[in-house]
């Protein structure tokens, strides 16, 4: 061994010593994620196009399911641009305080709904409806979204709540220029749209791609149509119990339900009025055609919303079925399906004949959708990256001297405070970027140590800097 790199190896021992004694100090600490901070995305493009068009079951690539796709052909889903949405989806610098993203009220578990009532915008407002849940809107034939539909296209939609007051209260200007000062967008707009501009139609198509990907086609229902037919599912095959056998005849029989949540996707066909309230006036939602309709949403999933209805008013599918059972309240645009000789459907279904329907509703649930990789949350904090720019580098020592000691300035460790713990992070992490993330856990091992001069001189400034913080 040289003398140099003795001399060296000595002194990146001292400061470890130093950093060890500071973090044995504060005791154990977890890491967690700082955010906004930078994506982890894997090193093959994650394969969007496969599993959202060419890995689609038959009932969903033909048929009645296909027929009531909204994608137009200015924006088919590519990986690059679905991949760019996924991260857009999950950033809070989408929102002006930069402490939410879509994902704060479109929670993946929760088939990207949110269990609350009503959700929490950027500054603690509360937002006018239920957050609905995101899977399979790529299926409904008018294309248009929300509750009231007042966004014609996905691509309208996807912009709106960005700028909306209550939920991320941001603009467009400001958000592209933050952006592009990222290290890691300007590459994922290339890679999406073949060159590094950041514009809100890119933000636009690459957030609407990411939503129109997130189908759901692996329940318990789609293997029986899978044994059997669209029209005839082989629910036997499938493993369904008599009481989800009895709940899918009700479904498709005296409950109706099937005649606006259609097809074996059960999707909605069209905004509806179910007879929520007498009187509609509290919210109108879309109107014309007539006050008190909302849009019919899918079903696939439902299970784990946790709230329902556009007012989130019922908290589990019991109390949703015993609404379609006994609750529905006549009013002038109460819709045709729902009505018997000119009065509300009552069916007053048996406790039997609620539990299995509510059996059934549950089959509709895709696990492997819920936790998908391909829809869940990029972001990792880069630990020692303390500037958040994408790359631990000169530039975050410089950052970790000016805080250290502090409470909040340089914390890689998410424990609270800059100390020796989260100097050994940069030091650790020296060089690696967040494009080297994407060999994710594996890389932080396989980043080069800093070279023998950036180690003396970050030694120099670290020493010093321990000295100061112990004479005061
Ligand atoms: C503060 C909570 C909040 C945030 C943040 C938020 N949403 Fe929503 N989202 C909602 C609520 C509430 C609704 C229903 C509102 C309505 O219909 O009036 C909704 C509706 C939607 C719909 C309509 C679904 C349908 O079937 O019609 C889409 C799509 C959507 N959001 C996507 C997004 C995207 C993309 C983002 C991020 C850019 C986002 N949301 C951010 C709460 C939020
Ligand atoms: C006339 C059309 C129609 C019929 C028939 C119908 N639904 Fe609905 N369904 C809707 C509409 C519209 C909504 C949303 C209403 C709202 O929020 O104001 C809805 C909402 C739901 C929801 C809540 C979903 C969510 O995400 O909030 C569930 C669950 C549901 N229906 C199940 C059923 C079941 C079970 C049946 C049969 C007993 C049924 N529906 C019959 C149109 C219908």
Redo the contacts with the bound molecule.
Sequence with gaps: MSFARWTTMTRLRRIELFALIAAALCGPRSLQAASPGVPALPTATADYVKYAITDLPTHFASGAVASLKNTPPTNPITNAGATLGRVLFYDERLSHSDGLSCSSCHKQENDF?DPATKSVGFEGGLTGR?S??LSNGAYYANGKFF?NQRANTLEDQVLMPIQDPVEMGTNLTQLTAELSATTFYPTLFQNAFGTPEVTSDRISKSLAQFVRSMVTYQSKFDAAVAAGSPTTPNYAAAGYTQQEIDGAG??HGA???N???VTAAQI?DA????G?DADNSADI?VNPPGV????????RN?EV?D??????R?TS?EQ??EF??TGIQNNPNL?A??KVGGQPLH?NLTATQKAA?VAF?KTLTDQSFLSNELFSDPFVQLAGDFDNNGAVDGNDLAVWKTAFGSTNGADADGDGDSDGQDYLAWQRNFGLTWEDMATSVAAAAAVPEPSAAAILSMAGVALATFHRRRRA
């Design positions: 709904s239920h609905m849940g509750w009700l479904f409950g109706r339900c005649q606006c949540h909605g905004p509806r009025n179910i929520l939602g008190g309709q909302f849009k019919t949403p899918s079903l439902a919303r709230g329902y209805m556009h007012d989130g019922f599918l949703v079925v379609y059972s819709d399906r729902l069916l329907l509703l």
